[in-house]
């Protein structure tokens, strides 16, 4: 059974003051007003640009995102009359948005200005590429706001599969990482895993709460070992994706496990379906010999080539001509 911690799964947000700290220096972030607005949260990644609002279609407005005035809303906001205008930020600003963010170097309008004081509605200034300031903010609220679970296990890059272990407290999942990592591959967490979902897939990666305390492994019997320091930076990686979950048990002689692998087992995870794959454990059993198979047999299923079905297959196949032989010698009656 996997083991799993708590769950975070469409609830989260992000306050604008962390969305301008942490994006500062990266795209030169300058706040000019709504100074009494940075508890506003965002709640999503996608990053509008509110031409229409400005136009007056007002319906399926995201007033959750972000909102860009970019090259062409602040040219069209110039060439309007000055009532058109307020009018145009009225429409704006009347809903609960997130904040404001101009692009490409542009002043902000005095009555823009007043308003989001007025209404504390954060509005920032930004001198680059509208495109580039979205696609960088779209990356950083996607990491901030993805579903994500946290989970007792490891994570290991074999081969460059991601291989996630689970199983029992004192199992032996930190045993077997060191001894992968030994063998040349690389620890990306131990003992505890942060799981994200980015579109389809999963990312992991660990959750120390400093810098100091990463890639640190407990090994019972003697203590706590610095991968890092024993075995080089490259024996590390920050985060890398879920493909596989290994789950580590105990044998037991009443459980059938699977002997030709054509059963696939699947567990899922925040939504996403990943193939499990159970090892017993029994005295003598190399379990890092066994993981790199895991690895390898999944890199030849993603390449289309399944060994057990193949065989199978052929089995099959040579199962029936000999049916064939068989019935033909039946029919000679000489």
């Known amino acids: 059974m996997i083991e799993s911690g708590n769950t975070m799964e469409g609830s989260k947000s992000v306050k604008i003051k962390e969305v301008f700290e942490d994006n500062q220096e990266l795209i030169d972030l300058k706040m000019v007003a709504g100074f009494n607005g940075l508890d506003r949260e965002v709640r999503s990644s996608y ?8 136009i007056g279609y007002t319906e399926h407005f995201p007033a959750y995102s972000l909102q860009v005035l970019g090259n062409r809303e602040m040219n069209f906001l110039k060439k309007l009359k000055k009532k058109e205008r307020e009018e145009a930020i009225d429409r704006l ?24 004081n007025r209404l504390d509605i954060p509005l920032f ?54 001894d992968l990592v030994a063998r040349g591959h690389r620890l990306v967490a131990d003992d505890v895993v942060r799981l994200k979902r980015r579109g389809n897939i999963l990312i992991g990666e660990g959750v120390e709460p ?5 890639h640190h492994m407990e090994i019972r019997g003697i203590g706590i070992v610095n991968i890092g320091l024993l075995y080089g930076i490259r024996a590390l990686r920050l985060h890398k994706r879920v493909e596989v979950v290994v789950n580590l048990r105990e044998w037991n002689a009443e459980v059938d496990y699977t002997r030709t692998g054509l059963e696939t087992s699947m567990t899922s995870m925040l939504g996403i379906d990943l193939p499990l794959v159970e090892i017993p454990l029994v005295p003598g059993k190399n379990i890092a010999t066994l993981c790199e198979l895991v690895a390898m047999n999944h890199i030849l299923k993603e ?22 032989k068989i019935t033909r010698l039946e029919e000679d009656r000489e």
């Open 47 to 54: 990053i509008n640009r509110p031409a229409f609002v400005l």
């Open 303 to 324: 390449m289309g080539i399944d060994t057990a079905k193949i065989l199978n297959s052929e089995l099959i196949k040579h199962m029936k001509k000999q049916a064939k």
């Open 125 to 178: 200034t930004a001198p680059g590429n509208t495109h580039d300031i979205q696609k960088t903010l779209h990356f950083y609220l996607e990491d901030k706001l993805a579903p994500e679970k946290v989970i007792h296990g490891t994570l290991v890059d074999v081969y460059g599969i991601g291989l996630l272990f689970t199983g029992m407290s004192g199992i032996g999942k930190s045993e077997t990482a060191l």
């Open 210 to 214: 400093s810098e100091i305390f990463k």
């Open 93 to 116: 600003l009347s809903f609960s948005i997130p904040c404001v963010i101009i692009t490409r170097g542009y002043t902000p309008f005095d009555y823009l200005k007043k308003e989001c």
